[in-house]
């Protein structure tokens, strides 16, 4: 073992043992986590037991720092953390060698959301002064993140639809089944008879609670009930039966920094309804005069674009192509260009078409344009099925 580096022996008696501080670099971003939470007004901000009274219990200063450093390495789980707490020397040093067990850090992150996100928000103030957090521009996306409730304890109108359908189809077949039964010898009849009766019965049970929860999830305001955690969502995919419930967790980042200024906790399967929403936490928490943000096509909404442009809020966000022209072969609405001096669209056969009437459907101000010529145009029959090809513009 000589001509390789040696450790030192483990049973050796120190004079001057090292103390835990020596164990975390001076430029560990523990270090930063104790600073700034310890020059936050806990009770301010929020969190429950920061002036408690009665048997001592935990520092929710302590309990934040364990938990912010958790999120800064990726530890999210309350078991996880509770085992790094015995043996992360960073987190000893950062907790006071205090190590809090699983039930109190999930208690904790549950009991104090709320003061969870002022704590946010005052990290991001601090980023601001500190020049960290440049403006002007920042990314929203969503993610989704599943709950503890399962599909099985979800209900919807399809979802109950469909397991009656499959109670329906077990119980005819435990009904032919109970049908061979009789037609075969006495004793062993007797045996897979009662066998089938029992779970025939239990499938008819399973019935009748489908139907009391049917008329349940039809008086429930969105018709949909989660057991286990009643604020869960069933969360549609692009993969076919890769769904979960869960919930959808809305972030605008920062995108010279990387950092997330703003954050929000949803229920809804989809984006459409919080481009202009994310965008507005976002100004409040950069207090940036102008602001552009960057979505994807899941975000775009005419109406979300429209009150984007009313908060001074610039916003880019593609639109999804679901023509059903282009599906089918036809020209899209993208072929035809909207001139914006004279308000007519340039077909691709060169033809103007002009505004003909202006309708209101849902509250919105619709305008519709075409052209007098369609009938006679030769790319007729790759444009329209119709008279003539019809193009609706959103009006103001």
């Not at 030192?8 to 523990?30: G, H, T």
């Not at 397991?163 to 075969?184: F, K, N």
């Not at 010898?185 to 045996?191: C, G, K, M, N, T």
């Not at 960057?294 to 775009?300: K, S, T, V």
Request: hydrophobic share 40%; glycine share 8%.
């Amino acid at each position: 073992m000589g001509r390789f580096i040696e450790g030192c022996d483990r049973w050796q008696k120190l004079l001057l043992p090292d103390c835990v501080d020596d164990y975390v670099p001076e430029d560990s971003p523990a270090r930063v986590v104790d600073v700034f939470i310890d020059e936050l007004d806990l009770v301010a901000l929020g969190f429950e037991g920061a002036a408690a009274t009665g048997r001592p219990g935990y520092h929710p200063a302590m309990l934040l720092k364990l938990y912010l450093y958790g999120y800064l390495n990726q530890v999210q789980s309350s078991w996880r953390l509770e085992r790094e707490a015995g043996r992360n020397v960073e987190l000893m040093w950062l907790t006071g060698k205090l190590a809090p067990d699983f039930k109190t850090i999930a208690d904790f992150r549950r009991d104090n959301g709320a003061a969870i996100q002022a704590t946010c928000r005052q990290f991001v103030v601090l980023c601001r002064s500190l020049g960290l957090i440049a403006g002007g521009m920042v990314a929203v996306d969503g993610s989704r993140f599943k709950a503890v409730n399962t599909r099985d304890k979800n209900f919807t109108p399809g979802a109950i639809r469909r397991r009656m359908e499959q109670v329906d189809a077990s119980i005819a077949r435990y009904l032919a089944l109970l049908d061979t039964a009789d037609r075969q010898e006495e004793e062993v009849a007797e045996f897979r008879t009662a066998r089938l009766a029992e779970r025939l019965e239990s499938l008819r049970r399973q019935m009748r609670e489908l139907k009391t929860m049917e008329e349940v999830v039809e008086a429930a305001p969105d018709r949909q009930i989660s057991l286990t955690d009643p604020d869960a969502r069933a969360m549609a995919s692009a993969g076919k039966g890769t769904g979960q419930v869960g919930y959808n967790l809305q972030a605008a980042v920062d995108t010279g920094s990387h950092i997330v200024v703003a954050h929000e906790v949803i229920n809804l399967g989809h984006d459409r309804t919080q481009l202009a929403n994310m965008g507005r936490q976002a100004v409040q928490a950069t207090d940036a005069v102008k602001l552009t943000v960057l979505a994807d096509r899941g975000y775009f909404s005419g109406a979300e674009v429209l009150a984007c442009e009313q908060a001074g809020i610039i916003a880019i966000c593609p639109k999804p192509l679901t023509s059903g022209a282009r599906a089918e072969g036809r020209f899209g609405k993208p072929d035809f260009r909207h001139q914006a001096d004279s308000d007519t669209y340039r077909c691709p056969a060169g033809e103007t078409l002009i505004k003909r009437m202006t309708t209101v459907e849902n509250g919105l101000v619709l305008n519709r344009y075409w052209s007098s010529n369609c009938g006679r145009c030769a790319l007729n029959p790759g444009c329209t099925p119709g008279k003539e090809r019809r193009v609706t513009r959103w009006g103001t």
